[in-house]
């Protein structure tokens, strides 16, 4: 069986699983429609338009009936 030529310490292994961190998603609030959204994604606001930076992508269903 294959083994290591020379053995990692633990705390050389652990100072290098220090950086591996789950971040916190960013999540903003649009100023136009008051949706909390991801940064950097489209989202769709209560009316089913689709928003991306504060511009109308697709216009939602409109009932005018």
Known sequence: M???????????KRKR????K???P????CKETGESHLR???YEAEDGSLYYKGKVLIPGELDEE
Do not use: E, G
């Open 26 to 29: 960013n999540v903003m609030i």
């Open 17 to 20: 699983r220090t950086h591996k």
């Open 2 to 12: 294959a083994h290591p030529k020379s053995r990692i310490s633990k705390q050389r």
């Open 40 to 42: 950097h994604h489209a």
């Open 22 to 24: 789950a971040v916190a």
